[in-house]
């Protein structure tokens, strides 16, 4: 009768992995980054000679938002809309339990920018004493917008991506 | 019964038990993931300011190179060049004149002039997120009327 052998299962030596491993794991530390930094794009407005940076199209307005210690005023300003048309675009939205309330905020300029969909500069205008980080809560909520998309996942759109910051003329 | 216990024992002491190493490598490979999805080069060339919190963003706008103008609790700084003191959110101890702040004005042109950066507008921007608008406005009408009229607002990515 013949005996069957069973073959041996030899252990893969992991040792030269373990090796790689433990000299990627340092050179990796040295270059992880757990403070994650981005950048925001604004610009200031500037005198020049040409003509005015105001939209001259019917589908398009530059909202103003005025950032103050009570909340924000909403204002729009536009080469070929009328007067009334205008002020039918301005809004208070107030702080809400003393935060500013940047849902709102978002929630409004969506609704321009779906009425004006070629709208693309929207003027920051803060209070002397408004924290910088409030101005670029309300700058975040001023660039995009959240839409559902078919599959059912929410994809960033843009809402006003050309952001100017100004101050109050006094 | 004593002698075979005593057999395997003596056995025993000859055997060179092999190390399993299967968990260490399982930590050594989620330790491993976890690095790589932190590392980037990029933000390895940006330093932050001490004395300096960042606001926090949902920008997803990446790094760009350009000249960096540093507003901290303590100081106001063009790269790591002192410019002024800054004291309860105020630059204190250097001219101003009309809203310009004269050595941060003369020390950005000098670095306009020496700059070769293909950009020569734009500033990229440190500053404590706890600071009034009114400071920040003083540092950025200054770099707008020294030739810098475009910036990149340093954030923390939430």
Redesign the interface.
């Known amino acids: 009768m013949v005996k069957l052998h069973k073959p041996k299962i030899e ?1 893969l030596d ?2 030269p ?2 090796n790689l ?2 000299t ?2 340092p050179l ?2 040295l ?16 005198q020049s000679d040409d003509v005015s940076d105001l939209p001259v199209d019917r589908a398009s307005v530059t909202m103003n938002v005025q950032i103050t210690t009570n909340g924000y005023t909403l204002t729009a300003s536009s080469g070929s809309l009328s007067e009334a048309e205008l002020k039918s675009l301005d809004a208070v939205i107030p702080k809400r339990k003393g935060k500013y309330d940047i849902k709102k905020l978002n929630t409004y300029l969506e609704k321009v920018k779906r009425r004006y969909e070629q709208s693309d500069t929207i003027m920051v205008i ?8 409030d ?3 309300a ?2 909520a001023a ?2 917008m959240e839409v559902a998309t078919t599959s059912g996942k929410k994809r ?1 759109m843009a809402l006003f991506p050309v952001v100017v ?1 100004s ?1 109050l003329v006094e | 019964m004593f002698d075979s216990a005593m057999g395997r024992r003596q056995r025993g002491a000859h055997e060179v038990q ?1 190390l399993n ?2 968990s ?2 399982d930590m ?2 989620i ?2 993931v976890f ?2 999805a ?4 990029e ?2 060339d ?1 330093v ?1 300011a001490k004395n300096l919190n ?11 190179k350009a000249v960096q103008v540093k507003l901290t609790r303590k100081e106001l700084l063009i790269e790591d060049t002192f410019v002024a003191k800054v004291s309860n959110a105020k630059i204190v101890g250097v001219d101003i004149d009309g809203g310009k702040i004269v050595p941060l004005y003369n020390m950005l042109q000098r670095y306009r002039s020496l700059s070769r950066d293909a950009d020569k507008t734009t500033v ?1 921007f440190q ?8 400071v ?2 003083q540092v ?2 200054t770099a ?1 009327m020294a030739g810098y ?9 939430k």
């Open positions: 252990d992991l040792i992995l373990m491993f433990v990627m794991i990796l530390l270059t992880a980054a757990f403070y994650h930094i981005g950048m925001v794009s604004v610009s200031v407005p500037t803060p209070a002397p004493k408004v924290k910088y980080q101005m670029v809560n700058m975040d660039r995009y960033k910051v101050s | 092999k190493l299967n260490m490598m050594l490979s330790i491993l690095l790589l932190n590392s980037s080069a933000e390895q940006f932050i960042l606001p926090n963003s949902h920008s997803s706008l990446g790094f760009s990229v500053a404590e997120k706890t600071f009034p608008f009114e920040l406005n950025m009408r707008a009229p475009n910036f990149r607002f340093a954030i923390q990515k």
